[in-house]
């Protein structure tokens, strides 16, 4: 089994920055592609951006590229989402998730953490 737990959301002003981190335990961390989505209320979760097992490769929505970055530290078991030049519109529970490869489809992933909020005023 594996546990994933995020940390990092909060209340930032538009244009601001947050660091979102997601610890992960259980299996061999560095086994698993990694993925953050977001779910605003009323809507579909949607990808964000997605970091393939070694790190070497990355996809971001179009939404967030140039603003969102993730990465990946396998010695720390832990992957991060750096988010700047935030928007009200970014504003949403963020999940991470660990998969067996780079997806962008939420039902491709296996193990889900439990979501942190990020809310962006304008």
């Known amino acids: 089994q594996v546990q994933l737990v995020e940390s990092g959301g909060g209340l930032v002003q538009a244009g601001g920055s947050l660091r979102l981190s997601c610890a992960v335990s259980?299996?061999?961390?560095?086994?698993?592609?990694m993925g953050w989505f977001r779910q605003a209320p009323g809507k579909e979760r949607e990808f964000v951006a997605a970091?393939?097992?070694?790190?070497?490769?990355?996809a971001h929505a179009d939404s967030v590229k140039g603003r969102f970055t993730i990465s990946k530290d396998n010695a720390k078991n832990s992957v991060y989402l750096q988010m700047n030049m935030l928007k009200p519109e970014d504003t949403a529970v963020y999940y991470c998730?660990?998969?067996?490869?780079?997806?962008?489809?939420?039902?491709?992933?296996?193990?889900w953490g439990q979501g942190t909020q990020v809310t962006v005023s304008s």
């Open positions: 998730a660990a998969g067996a490869a780079l997806y962008i489809r939420a039902i491709q992933y296996d193990y």
């Open positions: 970091i393939s097992w070694s790190g070497g490769s990355t």
């Open positions: 259980g299996r061999t961390f560095r086994n698993y592609a």
